[in-house]
């Protein structure tokens, strides 16, 4: 499984090396190194990326993901709050997004920010992850 996932590596690697102007395979290249932990390299492919336009949602949601790795949780929710931002419909990138949003509230100290995350999913899917006892719970306390 890792020489599967090292080729994967060096191959997108190479492909975006051969082809700098892909923003595409800086996306794929990214989101590749993000699953093998090279952090500030996955950085660099999603700052490119974003400006995709097909690809900038989950650019900016990764990068997001990738801020909170380094605990730069001030970073990570403008990237998340910009993606969240430019999505209209409640879709499953959406819901991820508001997610990880909650989620990092909560890694700040803020569970009032956070709730109000978990609710805008809670009202179109209850069933989404543990939204539900999320906004239960604080419904019970």
């Given at each position: 499984?890792?020489e599967?996932?090292?080729?994967?590596?060096?191959?997108?690697?190479?492909?975006v090396?051969?082809?700098?102007?892909?923003l595409?395979?800086?996306?794929?290249?990214?989101?590749?190194?993000?699953?093998?932990?090279n952090?500030?390299?996955?950085?660099?492919?999603?700052?490119?990326?974003?400006?995709?336009?097909?690809?900038?949602t989950?650019?900016l949601?990764?990068?997001?993901?990738c801020?909170?790795?380094?605990?730069?949780?001030?970073?990570?929710?403008?990237?998340?709050?910009?993606?969240?931002?430019?999505?209209?419909?409640?879709?499953?990138?959406?819901k991820?997004?508001l997610?990880?949003?909650?989620a990092?509230?909560?890694?700040?100290?803020?569970?009032d920010?956070a709730l109000g995350?978990?609710?805008?999913?809670?009202?179109?899917?209850?069933?989404?992850?543990?939204?539900?006892?999320?906004?239960?719970?604080?419904?019970?306390?």
């Amino acid at each position: 499984q890792s020489e599967k996932q090292a080729y994967i590596v060096t191959d997108l690697r190479e492909r975006v090396e051969r082809y700098p102007n892909d923003l595409r395979l800086r996306y794929e290249y990214g989101v590749a190194l993000y699953r093998n932990s090279n952090i500030n390299e996955a950085i660099q492919q999603f700052q490119s990326s974003q400006r995709s336009p097909k690809d900038r949602t989950s650019s900016l949601y990764h990068l997001g993901l990738c801020f909170i790795e380094k605990e730069q949780y001030d970073l990570a929710a403008q990237q998340l709050e910009t993606a969240a931002s430019e999505i209209v419909t409640m879709d499953r990138t959406k819901k991820d997004i508001l997610y990880e949003l909650g989620a990092l509230h909560e890694k700040m100290g803020k569970p009032d920010d956070a709730l109000g995350y978990f609710k805008q999913i809670y009202q179109v899917d209850i069933g989404f992850r543990d939204v539900a006892n999320k906004v239960e719970e604080e419904y019970r306390a």
